[in-house]
C-alpha cells in the first residue's frame, strides 16, 4: 500500500476517553473501536445502553475527584500496558444569567470544563510519555471558545481556558506527547431539545449555520482520529474546527443565495 495512504489504525493502542455514556462521547469510543483501539471510559453516571463491543470498558468516576481519575488512569494502564490517548470530553453546563449564577454554580462550570480536563493531562503524561511513539491529548472545546457566550459566560470562558491550555501543554511537552483540540460546533445529540428547544426552533438555529445543519456526534469522533492518529504526528497546537462553516453573527444580515448558473446557460447583461 502506498505510505501516501491515510489510515486511522489504533491496532495495539489504548484510549481512554471521558464521559463516554452518551452523545459525543460514547461515538468517540465507537470510533475508536473500529479502528482496532483497546477503549477505556468513564462516566458519573454510569451507561445508559451497554456497548456493543467488548473492547469498550466503562466505570463509574466522577471526573472532578483528582484521586479517583489518578487511580482510574493507572487501572486503565495496567490492563494493556500503557496508555497511548486521552479525549477530554466531559463537560457541558446549564444557561444561566450570569447575574442570577451562584459562586457555587460558577466554579463547579469552571471546575468541570476547564481545571478537570487539565489535571487529567498532567496525571496521563507520564504514560504517554512512555508510550512507544508518543501519545496523544485531544481536547474537546466549543465554539463558545472562540465567540461571546451570554448565558454561558463561565462555560465560554473554561473552553477558552482549554484551548489557551492546549497550546501550551503542546509546546511543554512536545515533541514526545503532542495535544490538538477540536472546537466543535452545535452538535445533535440525545440532548438537543435541551439545548436547541423544538424542531422549529431547531430549524432557525441551522440557518445561521453555513452548512445548514447541526453536526453529527460521529463527525467529532472522526476529527478525533484524525488528531490522534500517528499519521498526523506533526500536528500538535492546533485547533481543529468542525463547526460547519461557524455561525453568523446575528448582527449581519444573512447573504442572499448567490444564483446557479448551468453549463452552457447565458446571463443577460442588457438589463432586461
Known sequence: MSASVTQFDFKNQTVVVTGGSRGIGRRICEAFDDAGADVYTCSRRGLETPFDSPRIKDEIVDVRDPEATASWLERCAEKTGGIDVLVNNAGGAPSVPSAEA???????ILELNLNTPLILSQQVYPHLYSAQDGGVIVNIVSVSSMRPTPGSVAYGAAKSGLMNATRSLAVEWGPRVRVNCIVAGLVLTELAKDHYGDEASKHEITKS???KRFAKPEEIAKACLFLAAKDSCYVSGAALEVHGGGEWPPTI???????????????????D
Open 209 to 211: 449555520i453555513p452548512a
Open 253 to 271: 444580515p444573512m447573504p442572499d443565495p448567490i444564483p446557479t448558473v448551468r453549463e452552457n446557460e447565458t446571463t443577460s447583461e442588457s438589463g
Open 102 to 108: 451562584s459562586a457555587n454554580l460558577t466554579n463547579k
